[in-house]
């Protein structure tokens, strides 16, 4: 069974940086797709970033490319969401998931391609 345990949330300025790391149990990690989502409360899980098995290969939400970097390290089953100039409204839970069948950019956004979530891990911004 593959676990995720995701870790690195906390409270930050609006502007300030946060780096989450996303460590997986098991074989699996290195030859899926792992992603980030996020859901804020009393809204919809929406997608943040994905990277493909080997990190060459990366998708991000229209709205958050250029602040956001994911990233992963295969040797240690840990991926990262590198988050900066942030926001207020980047306030949300932020899941790791991974899944072998998310390997084109649309699928690789779908929350649906994902076998194996994490238990999320709080960002607050404040203003």
């Known amino acids: 069974q593959v676990q995720l345990v995701e870790s690195g949330g906390g409270l930050v300025q609006a502007g300030g940086s946060m780096r989450l790391s996303c460590t997986a149990s098991?074989?699996?990690?290195?030859?899926?797709?792992v992603a980030w989502f996020r859901q804020a409360p009393g809204k919809e899980r929406e997608f943040v970033a994905a990277?493909?098995?080997?990190?060459?290969?990366?998708v991000y939400a229209n709205s958050l490319k250029g602040r956001f970097t994911i990233s992963r390290d295969n040797a240690k089953n840990t991926a990262y969401l590198e988050m900066n100039s942030l926001k207020p409204e980047d306030t949300s839970i932020y899941y790791c998931?991974?899944?072998?069948?998310?390997?084109?950019?649309?699928?690789?956004?779908?929350?649906?391609?994902?076998?194996?979530w994490g238990q999320g891990t709080q960002v607050t911004v404040s203003s």
């Open positions: 990277a493909i098995w080997s990190g060459r290969s990366t």
């Open positions: 098991g074989r699996t990690f290195s030859s899926s797709t």
């Open positions: 998931a991974i899944g072998s069948g998310a390997r084109s950019i649309t699928t690789m956004q779908n929350m649906n391609e994902y076998n194996y």
